[in-house]
């Protein structure tokens, strides 16, 4: 299992990226690695549990996955959030025949403002992800990188597709916002 790190530059506040990151209604839209990405539960409001799948990758060499992570947030000094997700096994939704259950290790995003222009956004991104399956290591290697890379472009044009109405703020305590059931 290898460990990856990515990082970019938003023109948005880290309050509004790590918001959007997270927003399970928009998610998939600018997200093209995702299939699905939907709140199962919710802990409190800073936590939830998420099921994800995956496209397909590498030309449908790898196959979609599917993953149940723990998501928690966390605001720190400095305007600095940090978004972290590890899975777990969760009853409601246990491995299906349609998809590999990948496992994440301990991820996550650090968002925090560029300190040269606070109303810019820093995001690093770390991952640690087991594909399962029948996966030669060569094919996660060759692909993990760019497919990271692709993550960021796709933040950075998605941000800018599903900008915040004015007049709407951050929502520090538990990002309620996107936290609430319908």
């Not at 040269?116 to 991104?125: G, I, K, Q, T, Y």
């Not at 770390?126 to 472009?153: C, D, H, W, Y």
Request: charge should be positive.
């Amino acid at each position: 299992m290898n460990r990856y790190r990515v990082e970019g530059i938003f023109p948005e506040s880290a309050c509004k990226l790590s918001d959007f990151l997270y927003k399970t209604e928009n998610r998939v839209t600018w997200d093209k690695s995702l299939k699905a990405y939907n709140m199962v539960h919710k802990i409190d409001s800073d936590t939830f549990i998420c099921h994800t799948i995956t496209q397909s990758f590498a030309m449908g060499s790898i196959s979609p996955r599917d993953f149940v992570d723990l998501v928690s947030f966390k605001h720190c000094e400095g305007n600095m959030d940090i978004i972290t997700s590890r899975s777990v096994d969760f009853p409601a939704y246990p491995p299906s025949s349609n998809y590999i259950r990948g496992y994440n290790h301990a991820c996550g995003y650090v968002c925090s403002p560029l300190q040269e222009n606070p109303a810019h956004s820093r995001l690093v991104m770390f991952v640690q992800t087991e594909m399962r399956g029948k996966l030669s290591p060569s094919i996660i290697e060759a692909t993990m990188p760019s497919n990271l890379v692709n993550f960021i472009l796709n933040a950075k044009e998605g941000i800018k597709t599903h900008k915040a109405p004015s007049g709407r703020g951050c929502h520090r305590n538990g990002h309620s916002s996107f936290l609430r059931k319908k």
